[in-house]
């Protein structure tokens, strides 16, 4: 079967910096996806990975290793809007996107 | 401000109800999307329009009822739900269906079923 894991929640300091983790198992890669939902709120697109490496933007990086099936979003010098919730997803080989569950960011001052 | 809107953003009703859930992309996308979000678990695909012909229908029951009458509007019919059924139900559109083809979100509609 598919499978996407991320850890369900995670805290950190306004100003540090974060890495939240993503492993999976899917038929097929075309690209891995994070996302950022604030509650209530749509989800909204952060970075595509379909090489590997880190691909920086701003204060956040992705970075993927498609040997070990695994990435990460690094977040630095975090402020309080940060806090929500972050979604990786993989496209298969069917361009369908599996999604984990989602890792839910509590920045704390 | 994704380009894609949904309406009703709330919504309750009883299992003899009869529903419908509305989604609108301005972004001039061909593929639309409505997934399920529930607490705690991964987004789940329930069906995919790409130039209104529904391509993808990931063994949802009957009693959701999608609708696409062009590229740029979505529908969700909704009739006989379980009190399961209550989540956040977001629809998504994008270029086409490509690796590099990124959905875009509409704020979803809290579905609450008594």
């Known amino acids: 079967g598919q499978n996407i894991d991320q850890p369900t929640e995670m805290t950190a300091t306004e100003g540090a910096i974060v890495q939240i983790n993503c492993t999976y198992q899917?038929?097929?890669?075309?690209?891995l996806f994070w996302y950022q939902q604030h509650a209530g709120e749509a989800p909204t697109f952060l970075s595509y990975?379909?090489l590997d490496g880190l691909e920086e933007k701003g204060r956040f990086s992705s970075f993927l290793s498609r040997s070990k099936g695994y990435s990460y979003l690094l977040l630095k010098e975090l402020q309080m809007k940060d806090s929500a919730s972050y979604l990786c997803?993989?496209?298969?080989?069917?361009?369908?996107?599996?999604w984990g569950a989602g890792t839910k960011l509590i920045i704390k001052p | 401000e994704t380009g894609v809107t949904q309406t009703p953003r709330h919504l309750v009703m009883g299992m003899t109800n009869k529903k419908s859930l509305k989604c609108e992309q301005h972004?001039?996308?061909?593929?639309m999307y409505w997934y399920k979000q529930s607490a705690k678990k991964p987004l789940e695909l329930m069906f995919v329009?790409?130039?209104?012909?529904?391509?993808e229908n990931n063994s949802v029951p009957s009693r959701f009822s999608p609708e696409c009458p062009n590229s740029s509007h979505l529908f969700l019919h909704l009739h006989t739900l379980q009190p399961e059924d209550s989540a956040l139900y977001l629809c998504?559109?994008?270029?086409?269906?490509?690796?590099?083809?990124?959905?875009?979100f509409g704020p979803g509609t809290r579905l609450t079923v008594l």
């Open positions: 972004l001039g996308h061909n593929a």
């Open positions: 899917t038929s097929g890669f075309n690209g």
């Open positions: 990975n379909v």
């Open positions: 998504a559109s994008s270029q086409g269906q490509g690796a590099t083809d990124t959905q875009y």
């Open positions: 329009y790409s130039l209104e012909e529904r391509v």
């Open positions: 997803a993989v496209m298969d080989s069917n361009y369908q996107l599996i």
